[in-house]
């Protein structure tokens, strides 16, 4: 007989246990969720294959004869559980080991759930009076545990309110410290049914509410897992402070010679850029380390880049890229099984791996080589999976499910930009950092700047800001322009400040806090190089002092990127009805400037005389000058116009609404005097500034008074813009950029995306896969405890765009009339994938129609939340939105408020739907054997869904096939790009009814049973 059952004890530092659950979309644990439960912890442990192996019978007297899956889960503890069995002490690694247990006994109830079709686990929280959404035994559902406790500070992060230093912590000691607090959790969760009392069950005996404390049975509780989730969660968050290594797996085979889904290059030349941009991301200062292996037919021997330290990495990387070319096959296991080899030389304790992939994969070893345990397959390591091509190039549900076990994400998109946009997510993904926004737009050849990029820091310990544009230009040609809250440019030379340039690329990461600053609005930003500002306003005329102030801090950002060493400041003080003591907003700007060492040097002259002199002195790298209205002509006026017409002289920031004076200068700069003045408003094209400005006049007693404001027209000469715009569309703002001959401006697709490292990490959670025309999409989206400070937020609004194809890619592959797959370059190419081509030559992105639609989510349990304020976000999709199958994209759009100060969080997902056969429309052929083989047979078979679409060519993984007694499946082969698929079946001669059914993957009750005679 097995030993007695044993409690988890809370005082003492025990390990934990996880199994089965069976928790799914509704807030009650009905039958079908029970079955599933008891279904997956019954199985013996041999029906796992290679995702879990027992160890020797450690619970005392025999062995069971076949081992179940909840047997495995108490044979652990008695193994390795010295609160369970005091005699074995403490184990090396032990906190190590009890993570590593748990999460992948949830990847194998989560791989159980998803071939039955049911919702993944998600994550219940513990603390005081917390709900249990599912029921057990005499539990109720909704039952209150009132005597958990919350996470302790001491696993919080310091941004969430806690006292967690995850940089000096291991994974080891964390997992150890955690233990007394989850087993006590255990405990908690049995008294939310009633009294427990002391005595634990066998795993054969009936169900009972106090199932949780013991390690015997507290699988069989469907909390079980979903509290072991949670933990599960903690520990990913705790690897990503940790240093990290990280080898870029860099697909090359011949299928990377195909034109990027714009045209303009290679896939080849694109990846290319997304992988050095992904090296420039690294923190200088770090020890983490980045690595690169490319793969083909087979993986290199060895990296072409070495584990490298972050501060030599982008050189390293350009260098070893450059070395790679295009050719042969696709062996996408043995690129992960390479980089595994690497990885497990290396000695950072975070391990993980960005995968870049166009194709799908055609040569051994394959994806499910490298999936495991043994130390030469993944176990552990951190995956996010980027697929660069056209959704039918790509096997996308395959390397969602790499990407999802090992704990990251996937996305694919065929446009190059986009592609260089998903690295900074993986890399976001895989570090301590997480997407704040990500907007993407176009910087027009006339644009001298883009909209302003907002990130709002709570608690953020670093600012990053990432650009990139299509085509390469010189350094500095494009750049951010960085402002703090309070306005104040970013010097990008200050000590704790990382700028770098690439090709495409500009990133910009700000240690805090920044000259005192750290939480607020942080602005970035894409400005081409700028010459001049000419300003048809005074910096007394603004009816919000502060608002003039940001307006001249970001126009002094833009014209100083570089930094200008010496600045000459004039501003006009005569006595005068108009200037008299109302606020001004210039020179507070150039003083926050100086500050932060952007114009480290300001000579400020009081007199015209004294401004003429310093003109003609010059050595200024830039020029301040703001003249009063009723000033006149000028002795400067020619000198400033010297420098102005010259193009080649100090940069220039000039306030004139004067009458007269000062032509030729504002010819230069690009502005032409109007009769328009007195206007009390002007509104922005956001390269300066968004929105609306107003302006306002001085009162004064028995007088009306006009705000001191005047009007150009532009001269239209090369460079010149209008940030600024009166009511009458007169230019207030006439600004010009640098322009080079050799270097024209040109139209620039770019994306700005924010990194936060602070509070309220968003991520997306997949709900359930596969997926399938005709069913319910499910977004949503998770904040993991760790980020949420005590407390919580006080107000969580969020939404998901989801963009969907308009048309069904099997049947536009089936149009083709593809009957077999070709090569590129030594690669062979899949019916899918040569059908694809066919459709899209040009491999084109957005070849297929789409359009995006927006839904609310919510973590109220209504709509499709699963539970009620679970730090799920979710909304269950009507079914016509996933009317056709090809691949869908969700991007979360999260504002998250305490008390006064809210920010934003954004989050994406790809995934993929397919037609899902249906047996009324789907078409079989049953067809003669040569020479009428007995116990042969030979099936055509076409399936459709219900409203006729076809599952397409190559989607064998997405079937499951199940003969009868005496039935074996010998060859599934995919036929023609209809989607028809060539089924051969042997059956015993003798068997009169033989048959097959045909099941898609995950709705095993949904098959088609087809007769083999």
Not at 83 to 98: C, K, Q, S, V
Not at 444 to 471: L, Y
Not at 810 to 815: D, E, P, S, T
Not at 916 to 921: L, V
Request: net charge neutral; with cysteine; aromatic share 8%.
């Amino acid at each position: 007989m097995p030993a007695s059952p044993r409690l988890y004890r809370p005082s003492l530092p025990l390990c934990l246990l996880l199994g089965g659950l069976l928790i799914a979309s509704h807030a009650r644990a009905d039958a079908a969720e029970s079955a599933a439960s008891a279904g997956f912890l019954t199985q013996p442990v041999s029906g796992l294959g290679d995702m879990m192996a027992p160890v020797p019978w450690g619970c005392g007297g025999a062995a069971p004869a076949t081992q179940s899956i909840l047997e495995l889960h108490w044979n652990w503890h008695c193994s390795f559980d010295n609160t369970i069995n005091p005699a074995l002490g403490r184990f090396p690694n032990d906190g190590n080991r009890f993570f590593g247990f748990h999460r992948q006994f949830l990847y194998t109830f989560n791989t159980y759930r998803q071939s039955q079709g049911l919702p993944f686990v998600q994550t219940w929280m513990p603390f005081a009076g917390a709900t249990m959404p599912l029921g057990h035994a005499a539990r109720p559902d909704l039952a209150p545990c009132n005597n958990c406790t919350t996470l302790p500070n001491t696993f919080r992060l310091p941004s969430a309110g806690g006292t967690f230093n995850p940089a000096t912590t291991t994974l080891e000691d964390y997992g150890n410290s955690l233990v007394p607090w989850h087993n006590g959790t255990h405990v908690a969760m049995a008294e939310a049914g009633g009294n427990p009392g002391n005595n634990c069950f066998l795993p054969t005996s009936p169900l009972h509410f106090r199932d949780i404390m013991c390690v015997t049975t507290a699988p069989r509780d469907p909390m079980f897992f979903r509290f072991h989730n949670f933990v599960n969660d903690l520990q990913d968050e705790l690897l990503t402070f940790q240093d990290t290594d990280v080898m870029v797996v860099f697909d090359r085979s011949g299928s990377m010679t195909l034109p990027n889904g714009t045209g303009t290059d290679t896939r080849l030349n694109s990846a290319r850029a997304a992988a050095s941009l992904f090296a420039d991301l690294m923190r200088d200062a770090s020890n983490n380390r980045v690595g690169l292996l490319s793969f083909s037919t087979a993986a290199s021997p060895s990296p072409e880049l070495p584990l490298t330290l972050a501060s030599s990495a982008p050189a390293a990387m350009t260098t070893a890229l450059a070395g790679i070319s295009a050719g042969g096959a696709t062996s996408i296991g043995g690129g992960l099984l390479g980089a595994v080899t690497a990885l497990n030389a290396s000695s950072n304790p975070h391990k993980a791996i960005l995968l870049l992939t166009d194709g799908v994969e055609n040569t051994a070893p394959m994806i499910a080589d490298a999936v495991g345990r043994t130390p030469n397959q993944l176990r552990d390591t951190h995956v996010c999976a980027v697929g660069f091509g056209t959704p039918g190039s790509l096997d996308g549900p395959r390397l969602r499910d790499l990407a999802e076990r090992q704990g990251g994400t996937y996305r694919a998109d065929a446009d190059p930009l986009t592609l260089k946009k998903y690295f900074v997510e993986c890399f976001a993904d895989i570090f301590d950092t997480f997407v704040g926004k990500d907007p993407i737009g176009t910087l027009a050849a006339g644009q001298q700047g883009s909209a302003p990029t907002v990130h709002v820091a709570s608690g953020d310990g670093e600012i990053v800001f990432v650009s990139s544009w299509d085509t390469a230009v010189p350094p500095g040609s494009l750049r951010l322009a960085v402002t703090s809250p309070s306005g104040t440019p970013v010097n990008l030379n200050a000590p704790n400040v990382e700028s770098r340039f690439g090709p495409t690329w500009h990133i910009v990461r700000v240690k805090t806090p920044y000259l005192l600053e750290r939480d607020g609005r942080w602005t970035a930003r894409l400005t081409r190089p700028m010459r001049s500002f000419v300003n048809g306003f005074t910096p007394d005329a603004f009816k919000t002092p502060a608002v003039g102030t940001a307006l001249y801090a970001q126009q002094l950002t833009q014209l100083c990127a570089d930094g200008c060493a010496k600045t000459l400041f004039y501003e006009e003080a005569k006595a005068s009805l108009i200037h008299h003591s109302h606020g001004n907003a210039l020179y507070p700007a150039v003083i926050n400037t100086k500050k932060a060492g952007v114009t480290p040097v300001v000579d400020r002259v009081a007199t015209p005389g004294a401004f003429a002199a310093a003109l003609k002195r010059g050595g200024y790298d830039l020029v301040v000058a703001s003249l009063l209205p009723d000033s006149g002509p000028q002795v400067y006026d020619d000198l400033l116009a010297e420098w102005a017409c010259s193009g080649k002289g100090p940069k220039i920031l000039l306030n004139d609404v004067r009458k007269e004076g000062g032509e030729a200068t504002l010819r230069c700069l690009g502005a032409l005097r109007t009769d328009e003045r007195g206007f009390s408003a002007m509104k922005g094209d956001g390269s300066v500034f968004s929105g609306s400005v107003g302006f306002a006049a001085m009162p004064m007693a028995g007088m009306t008074m006009r705000p001191d404001t005047a009007s150009f027209k532009p001269t239209g000469a090369a460079g010149t813009g209008t940030p600024g715009v009166s009511p009458q569309r007169g230019a207030v703002i006439v600004s010009r950029a640098a322009v080079s001959p050799n270097a024209p401006a040109t139209a620039q697709r770019y994306f700005i995306e924010s990194l936060a490292s602070g509070t309220a990490r968003v991520r997306p959670h997949t709900w359930r896969s596969p997926n399938y025309t005709g069913e319910a999409l499910h977004p949503a989206f998770h904040i993991p405890e760790p980020y949420i400070p005590l407390g919580g937020f006080d107000r969580v609004t969020a939404r998901v765009e989801v963009t969907r194809p308009l048309e069904s890619q099997g049947r536009l592959y089936a149009g083709t009339d593809v009957k077999e797959g070709t090569r590129r370059e030594g690669d062979p190419l899949t019916l899918r994938q040569t059908a694809d081509l066919r459709v899209n030559p040009r491999q084109a992105a957005g070849a297929v129609k789409t359009e995006t639609l927006s839904f609310p989510l919510n973590d109220l349990g209504q709509d499709g939340d699963t539970s009620a304020n679970d730090r799920y976000w979710e909304v269950a999709l009507p079914e016509k939105v996933a009317e056709f199958d090809g691949e869908y994209t969700f991007h979360a759009y999260f504002t998250i408020c305490r008390g006064t100060l809210c920010f934003d969080r954004e989050a994406q997902q790809t995934v993929v739907v397919d037609a899902k056969p249906d047996p009324r429309a789907s078409k079989v052929q049953l067809v003669q054997t040569p020479n009428n083989v007995a116990g042969v047979a030979n099936v055509l078979y076409t399936p459709l869904d219900a409203a006729g679409l076809p599952l397409g060519p190559d989607r064998q993984s997405q079937l499951r096939f199940t003969g009868s007694k005496g039935v074996e499946v010998k060859e599934v082969r995919s036929v023609d790009a209809a989607g028809t698929y060539a089924i051969t079946a042997t059956y015993d001669p003798l068997n009169t009814n033989p048959t097959l059914t045909v099941a898609p993957f995950g709705r095993p009750a949904e098959g088609q049973e087809i007769a083999l005679r």
